[in-house]
T-cell receptor
């Protein structure tokens, strides 16, 4: 089955700097790659996703890139703000009725 | 608010107790999920219900028993738990219109369970 590896497990950046979180997946048939943000005391919430027919997607300060050949995808956050501090999870899945497989998460701390 | 509510938010129970976790979604979705979230581990999928039918049971011990009486409600019945079962239990729902794999999942806030 699918296996998703996520790095780093913790990341600290200065406010205003960029943050990058990387994930690799094992099953070349995976075609859907969402990213979730989990704030303290809350459940994970979808922030951006990408499907295998595109290489990059942007939404204001966040972007996701996908390299299907290398089987990895990354989350990029620019101009980080303290409210970006949270745990971020990547996930991957195959079309059909196989549920998402999640990475272990990255705890991002943005230092003011 | 994501439209998915969970009660209770915190639960402390002894190993001989029986308790239930409740999840309710107000999004009109057809699929509901239970996840276990432990420190330094990936989100562990426990159960999936799609149109009230259980479609996934990822080798979960029988001391966890799910129930899905309708598409809006999901329960997790707990009995004779172990201390290692202490974790955050998350409920999620999705539309299930394009298959579970490509569905956006909406999570509730979770129930923090402590087993003494």
């Amino acid at each position: 089955g699918e296996n998703v590896e996520q790095h780093p497990s913790t990341l600290s950046v200065q406010e205003g700097d960029s943050a990058v979180i990387k994930c690799t997946y094992s099953d070349s048939a995976s075609n859907y790659f969402p990213w979730y943000k989990q704030e303290l005391g809350k459940g994970p919430q979808l922030i951006i996703d990408i499907r295998s027919n595109v290489g990059e997607k942007k939404d204001q300060r966040i972007a996701v890139t996908l390299n299907k050949t290398a089987k990895h995808f990354s989350l990029h956050i620019t101009e980080t703000q303290p409210e970006d501090s949270a745990v971020y999870f990547c996930a991957a899945s195959i079309r059909g009725n196989t549920p998402l497989v999640f990475g272990k998460g990255t705890r991002l701390s943005v230092i003011a | 608010e994501t439209g998915v509510t969970q009660t209770p938010r915190h639960l402390v129970m002894g190993m001989t107790n029986k308790k239930s976790l409740k999840c309710e979604q107000h999004l009109g979705h057809n699929a509901m999920y239970w996840y276990k979230q432990s420190a330094k581990k990936p989100l562990e999928l426990m159960f999936v219900y799609n149109f009230k039918e259980q479609t996934e049971n990822n080798s979960v011990p029988s001391r966890f028993s799910p129930e899905c009486p309708n598409s809006s409600h999901l329960f997790l019945h707990l009995h004779t738990l172990q201390p290692e079962d202490s974790a955050l239990y998350l409920c999620a729902s999705s539309q299930a219109s394009r298959g579970l794999g490509t569905d956006t999942q909406y999570f509730g806030p979770g129930t923090r369970l402590t087993v003494l």
